[in-house]
């Protein structure tokens, strides 16, 4: 991968590669009429430490599937873009990655926010923000706390 397309810390897809492939998925998905889930974690390090984004890279990698997509947001942030998945889902994958984090990182845990196409957004932009909305309310509750996105209007 070229460094315009990839965090070569973690490994994953960077920022602007995914923020170009979100409208183009979204609109997959809006002619197929299926689900897409955007899940954005936060990882949380262990008291006091770190940790090492190329492990971090390869949890989130080993936890989705081969039509996944995730990325390392500018902000440290990660976000998976989850194709045919929905609410239900997207949770699933955040909590397996939050257990993985927390067996191979010792005091290592996460938040994660989820949002769904159609259910949550019906637009790229709203997606990104709904799932971000949705994380910062996971981060005003105990460590691994995964939260949903209210359903939109």
Do not use: N
């Not at 008291?47 to 949890?59: A, N």
């Amino acid at each position: 991968m070229g460094a315009l397309i990839e965090d070569t810390e973690s490994g994953l897809f960077s920022e602007a590669f995914i923020l170009a492939l979100l409208p183009t998925r979204v609109a997959t998905a809006r002619r197929s009429l299926r689900q897409l889930g955007l899940v954005l974690v936060e990882v949380i390090p262990p008291d006091g430490g770190s940790v090492d984004l190329g492990t971090v890279g390869e949890l989130v990698q080993l936890t989705l599937r081969d039509s996944d997509v995730a990325a390392r947001l500018d902000d440290g942030r990660l976000a998976m873009l989850l194709e045919f998945t929905p609410v239900e889902g997207c949770v699933v994958v955040a909590e397996r990655l939050a257990r993985k984090l927390a067996e191979r990182i010792p005091g290592a845990s996460c938040w994660a926010g989820v949002a769904c196409y159609p259910a949550h957004a019906i637009d790229d932009t709203e997606l990104l923000d709904a799932a971000g909305a949705a994380l910062a309310g996971a981060r005003q509750a105990d460590r691994g706390t995964v939260a949903v996105a209210p359903v939109a209007d």
